[in-house]
């Protein structure tokens, strides 16, 4: 089963409007971080927030992490269609044997211009 | 290259044929996953290897599947007998730390 689950599975806005995804997990983790993925392919890493932060910013984008509720959140502003993507979280849970990362089923994201 | 190679980009095998697809990770880099995603859904771990340490298969779905790491760079994902249930996006990764890993484009399976 998937550690971490993404809601919603998939979000339409308009440009220029911000778009909200939440990831919910069920273990301690030591971090979880954030993916984007174009058409089906591969993944590229937007964003890492350690257990111990509650927020970080990088441009556009903001996260969130609430250990208490295991959930995190990923807030894009000012959206643009160029931001339509796949965007899945990811858990590096606590225990973890190695360096494998969980990933949840991904938001689908539509930002029509 | 710079980032995460993989191959082939596309594959369209006949069930029961054997497929290979290869990764070539980044440089350097210890730890090589392989993911298997498929159509619209999320990544699923299939298996793991760290330096020269014992690969974590526990992703593995059968054991249909094998993957090897030669020399602790290149990486080759084996899926005998393929079923069309196999037909997904297969997905390598590689990573220096415990944090970010670094994909590949993928390497597309489509089993008829």
Redo the contacts between chains.
């Keep these: 089963s998937?550690q971490g689950e993404e809601d919603p599975q998939a979000l339409s806005i308009q440009e220029g409007e911000n778009a909200t995804m939440n990831c919910s997990y069920k273990t301690s983790i030591?971090?979880l971080?954030w993916?984007r993925q174009n058409s089906?392919?591969?993944?590229?890493?937007l964003i890492?927030i350690r257990s111990n932060e509650r927020e970080k910013h990088s441009g556009r984008l903001r996260v969130t992490l609430d250990t208490s509720k295991k959930s995190s959140s990923l807030l894009i502003t000012a959206s643009r269609a160029a931001d339509t993507a796949s965007y899945?979280c990811?858990t590096?849970a606590v225990p973890n044997?190695?360096?494998?990362?969980?990933?949840?089923?991904?938001t689908?994201l539509m930002v029509k211009p | 290259g710079a980032g995460v190679s993989q191959s082939p980009s596309n594959k369209v095998t006949e069930k029961g044929k054997d497929v290979e697809l290869r990764c070539d990770p980044i440089s350097g880099h210890t730890a090589l996953y392989w993911y298997r995603q498929s159509l619209g859904q999320g990544l699923e771990f299939l298996i793991y290897f760290q330096g020269n340490s014992a690969p974590d298969k526990s992703g593995l779905p059968s054991d249909r599947f094998s993957a090897e790491r030669t020399g602790g760079s290149v990486s080759t994902l084996t899926i005998q007998r393929t079923q069309q249930e196999d037909s997904a996006v297969y997905l390598c990764a590689s990573s220096p730390t415990r944090n970010t890993i670094y994909f590949g484009e993928g390497s597309w399976l489509t089993v008829v």
């Design positions: 998937q030591n971090n971080q993916y089906g392919r591969g993944l590229v890493h890492l899945f990811a590096d044997a190695g360096n494998m990362l969980t990933f949840g089923g991904g689908r």
